[in-house]
């Protein structure tokens, strides 16, 4: 099946701990984003990344990191820096010719 | 910045009925889709308009792109218990890294 695999379902955070999400997808999908929600608010940008080895930031950046060395991969690390990390975590994708937007099955994310 | 206004926030029907929400913005875009999500999981599309005026349905969801490129509006014909969920709209102007999201409709039905 293709999509967009998001692992793990359910994290935890121990203070100044750095934490990594994975996202792979198998749909040879370019672009690769990764969104933050928290409750009652719209999503928001973190990361893009248009093509391997390139990346940018988003609208809240500050506090997290990615890289983009495979095309079907594109983690996303919190690192200690983020203060407020309780959110869920979506990564999305879509390929050249696709109009459409695709979203893995979040990360749910939590501080201990 | 951009931003989208959509509304209600949350609505609470019986099953059966119609429904409709709407987003709306002060800004010109280019593209409008509609999401849904279920509880812990992520937004599946249901509906991608392109162009101003374009009214596009899928089974029981119409969804229309306002005229002016500023709106957008999706309606659901007789509810039913599955249609619980948050809608999201979002507009697009110019790439993907341009998508502003609305911050959802919750909407609950009562069998």
């Known amino acids: 099946d293709g999509g967009i695999t998001q692992s793990p379902k359910y994290l935890f955070r121990k203070e100044g701990q750095n934490v990594t999400l994975s996202c792979e997808q198998n749909?040879?999908?370019?672009?690769m984003y990764w969104y933050r929600q928290d409750p009652g608010q719209g999503l928001r940008l973190i990361y893009y990344?248009?093509?391997?080895?390139?990346?940018q930031k988003g609208d809240i950046a500050e506090g997290y990191s990615v890289s983009r060395e495979k095309k079907e991969s594109f983690p996303l690390t919190v690192t200690s820096a983020q203060k407020n990390p309780t959110a869920f975590y979506l990564c999305?994708?879509?390929?050249?010719?696709?109009?459409?937007?695709?979203f893995g099955s979040g990360t749910q994310l939590s501080v201990l | 910045g951009q931003q989208l206004n959509q509304s209600p926030q949350s609505m609470f029907i019986q099953e059966g009925e119609d429904v409709s929400m709407n987003c709306t913005s002060s800004?010109?875009?280019?593209?409008w889709l509609w999401y849904k999500q279920d509880p812990g999981e992520g937004p599946v599309l249901l509906i991608a308009l392109y162009k101003a005026g374009e009214l596009t349905s899928n089974g029981r969801l119409t969804a229309q792109f306002g005229i002016t490129r500023k709106d957008s509006f999706l309606n659901i014909s007789a509810s039913i218990p599955s249609d619980v969920g948050i809608y999201f709209c979002a507009g697009r102007v110019g790439g993907y890294n341009k998508l502003i999201f609305g911050a959802g409709t919750r909407l609950a039905v009562h069998p």
């Open positions: 999305a994708s879509i390929g050249p010719t696709n109009e459409k937007l695709f």
């Open positions: 800004s010109i875009f280019n593209t």
């Open positions: 990344s248009q093509i391997v080895n390139d990346f």
């Open positions: 749909l040879n999908h370019d672009a």
